[in-house]
């Protein structure tokens, strides 16, 4: 399969917000980790198009139909004193990887980031996705094995909201 033509890149819109949660289920169920959504199309729309808008994503379309997605968001670094575009999630249908669609999605981030004068373009990609690091290399990201990713989650962050109310 050539991409060619057949292959466009777009912004989501607000009809695609049902289409764009079924690729991230897929995405889920690939990494194994579907018992972790519990989010819905209705939540995602409102945080790509509601005010304040959380996130935006770009849909891979090939001959007309969703294959893949780039999720992403703002971050700052206060070392660089410029903004960052954080990847949270790129996703390409298992049929129409290897046909240059992860790349075209990864380039557009980099195109955007280098639009909005941003100073990085990061993500995370997890220890056992080696398919997944070998890829990323290839496009020039370098795997910072010496940062961890700390997470505090719903029931914890309550707890650590709680823990010093200070006015």
């Known amino acids: ?21 079924g690729l991230i289920q897929q995405l889920a169920e690939y990494e194994k980790l579907s018992h972790a959504v519990t989010g819905n199309a209705i939540a995602l729309q409102e945080h790509l198009f509601g005010s304040p808008k959380f996130v935006d994503a770009i849909l891979a379309e090939y001959a007309g139909q969703s294959v893949g997605f780039a999720l992403f968001f703002y971050n700052y670094s206060t070392f660089l004193t410029k903004p960052g575009i954080y990847l949270e999630d790129l996703f390409v249908v298992p049929e129409y990887r290897r046909q240059g669609i992860g790349k075209a999605l990864l380039s557009k981030l980099a195109q955007i980031a280098v639009e909005r004068n941003c100073g990085r373009l990061e993500w995370s990609v997890l220890d056992w996705n080696e398919p997944a690091q070998k890829f990323y290399r290839s496009m020039g990201a370098d795997i910072l094995e010496d940062w961890r990713i700390c997470r505090v989650t719903e029931q914890s962050m309550a707890q650590l909201a709680a823990r010093y109310n200070i006015s």
């Open 1 to 21: 399969m050539t991409l060619g033509s057949n292959l466009t890149l777009r912004f989501a819109e607000p009809a695609d917000c049902d289409v764009l949660f």
